[in-house]
């Protein structure tokens, strides 16, 4: 099947630095890119996303970047506080439909 | 404006023995997507459906497991005759409909955690 894959799988970095997320897909008929940041025991909440047609999207302290061509999206968080330590999803749609394909997941820890 | 709603949150079941969850998507929400987790993986996608319409299942094993979403009530996901391989994190994702038809932007339930002695 059409996979999603996530590096790094653990992130450690300290208050304020910047943390980055990469993914890359297969499927190259995905046309939708969310980020997900779940906590223990909670659900996955969407944190920022973003659609094919664009290359670059921001929202305050994060952003994620997209190339179509190398089939590859990032999460970029900048200024980290503690309260970003989760773990976090990337997911592409499947085909160009509605379910999605997530990746494993990347555990960030931010040590103030 | 009360989010996706999962029941029961935790689910304790025996071998054999048949499970039921729970889903009530977020209102205005015609959309729903059940999820499978893993301890330590990502979401696996399992179901879509509609008011009682399943339009995509391909995510879904071929026996034991089955989904509905009545015209009135919660979207059910049923597992019989359980096994120890089904312990997993379920979850629920609803999505809103737009002019143009569903909109992709999924948001998820805090799951139902099923453990299967």
């Known amino acids: 099947g059409e996979n999603v894959e996530q590096h790094p799988s653990t992130l450690s970095v300290q208050e304020g630095d910047s943390a980055v997320i990469k993914c890359t897909y297969s499927?190259?008929?995905?046309?939708?890119f969310p980020w997900y940041k779940q906590e223990l025991g909670k659900g996955p909440q969407l944190i920022i996303d973003i659609r094919s047609n664009v290359g670059e999207k921001k929202d305050q302290r994060i952003a994620v970047t997209l190339n179509k061509t190398a089939k590859h999206f990032s999460l970029h968080i900048t200024e980290t506080q503690p309260e970003d330590s989760a773990v976090y999803f990337c997911?592409?749609?499947?085909?160009?439909?509605?379910?999605?394909?997530f990746g494993k997941g990347t555990s960030l820890l931010v040590t103030p | 404006n009360a989010g996706v709603m999962q029941n029961p949150r935790h689910l304790v079941r025996r071998r054999g023995q048949e499970a039921r969850l729970r889903c009530s998507p977020m209102?205005?929400?015609?959309?729903v997507y059940w999820y499978r987790q893993l301890p330590e993986e990502g979401l696996k996608f399992m179901v879509y459906?509609?008011?009682?319409?399943?339009?995509?299942e391909s995510g879904m094993p071929k026996e034991r497991f089955s989904a509905e979403f009545p015209k009135e009530g919660p979207s059910i996901l049923r597992i019989q005759q359980v096994v120890r391989g089904d312990s997993a994190a379920y979850f629920c994702?609803?999505?809103?409909?737009?002019?143009?038809?569903?909109?992709?932007?999924?948001?998820f339930g805090p799951g139902t955690r099923l453990l299967v002695l």
């Open positions: 459906l509609q008011k009682e319409n399943i339009i995509d």
């Open positions: 499927d190259s008929a995905s046309n939708y």
């Open positions: 997911a592409a749609s499947i085909n160009s439909g509605y379910a999605l394909n």
């Open positions: 209102k205005g929400h015609s959309h």
């Open positions: 994702a609803s999505s809103p409909r737009s002019a143009e038809g569903p909109q992709q932007t999924q948001y």
